[in-house]
């Protein structure tokens, strides 16, 4: 699903294949919450995280979050213009928000929220095309990139 804009780079799709192998290393680890992501920007990866939450007791330490925080660190600024942001599931409401607050452009995602555990959003009735049309189209996105390599984790029929 898109919203018809966005075509992936190549340093995006390494970096879309690596935070699908991240997940899914976690996955085989045992692990609880299994959410990972990066930040590309000027064509080469700044940021990667992975879901904090169960590890810190911080509900807002989702994957997204964290490689934001990172990223903007490393660059030494709040404004991510021009940034993308690569998540192995759709990002929910938090990390949507977030990205727009540090004025990333860009979300490229793997599992998408039409085919996820519907826990995994607070308000599952706000869609990602929700959210682009409340920013006046500020963002563009793609989702179902590699969502096959990642389903075992996120589906709505999958057992934790």
């Given at each position: ?17 690596a935070v699908?192998?991240h997940?899914?290393?976690l ?6 919450i ?21 590890d ?5 330490r989702h994957a997204?979050?964290?490689?934001i ?19 192995s ?7 949507l ?15 998408q ?19 682009h049309?409340a920013?006046d ?22 057992t934790?």
């Open positions: 699903m898109t919203n018809g804009k966005l075509t992936p780079t190549d340093v995006e799709r390494a970096a879309m294949r699908t192998d997940a899914c290393q996955k085989a680890e045992g692990k609880s299994i959410f990972t992501s990066a930040v590309v920007m000027d064509g080469k990866v700044v940021a990667t995280a992975r879901n904090e939450a169960a810190t007791n911080d509900v807002s997204e979050v964290v490689a925080a990172r990223a903007t660190a490393a660059l030494g600024t709040r404004d991510l213009t021009g940034a993308t942001l690569i998540a599931c759709q990002p929910c409401e938090m990390c928000a977030t990205m727009r607050w540090a004025r990333i452009d860009r979300v490229i995602f793997a599992a929220q039409a085919n996820t555990k519907p826990e995994f959003f607070r308000f599952p009735k706000l869609t990602i095309q929700d959210y049309a920013c189209g500020a963002f563009d996105w793609l989702g179902g990139v590699d969502e096959d390599r990642v389903s075992h984790i996120y589906a709505k029929d999958v934790a």
